[in-house]
């Protein structure tokens, strides 16, 4: 299918991280989006996992995500996929929205281990960041070579509702104006 189901959809949160953030172009933008992100995902339903490389040297995840409830793998692997915990926190038909840092490292590792287990993958462009423009460009491009597909969080969120007649969606689209 190629719109973003709402009932068959995971939100991967990874690694937007206290030490790391501060290095990251335009940090601001893609925690702010990642936050748009995880508040539809709470209206609408959509269960989230969180990833963290290495908390006790880059941090937890930032404040302005808050974990709560949701699962929180801890990792040392680049990608998510080997990790303890990673592929038993997701539902096994469910498509995965990726928001994370860094693009070319943990987000794109994490996202050809997930294109290697044949798993549908939605990258949220605006929502990805690393230190370089270069770096985040030339792994969104080798994500789509690979079979991911590149969105925006406004493609997200409004294939999440699928229509007006959702019962939040004035709740939701007002996260994104």
């Not at 996929?81 to 840092?101: E, W």
Request: proline content about 6%; charged content about 25%.
């Amino acid at each position: 299918m190629p719109t973003i189901d709402s009932k068959r959809s995971t939100l991967v949160v990874v690694d937007f991280q206290e030490r790391l953030m501060p290095a990251i172009a335009e940090s601001e933008t893609a925690i702010a989006n990642a936050r748009r992100l995880l508040d539809a995902a709470a209206l609408i339903g959509i269960p989230v996992v969180f990833t963290e490389q290495n908390p006790k040297g880059l941090g937890r995840t930032v404040a302005a995500l808050p974990t709560g409830g949701h699962p929180v793998v801890t990792k040392s692997t680049f990608d998510s996929v080997p990790a303890p915990g990673f592929i038993a926190a997701l539902a096994p038909a469910h498509a995965l929205v990726i928001a994370g840092c860094e693009a070319h490292v943990c987000v794109c590792q994490t996202v050809l281990g997930l294109l290697t287990k044949k798993r549908q993958v939605y990258v949220v462009r605006d929502a990805v960041g690393s230190r370089r423009a270069e770096s985040k460009e030339t792994a969104l491009r080798r994500m789509e070579r690979h079979g991911a597909e590149i969105v925006t969080t406004e493609m997200v969120v409004f294939e999440w509702l699928e229509s007006a007649e959702h019962p939040r969606f004035r709740e939701v689209a007002a996260l994104v104006k």
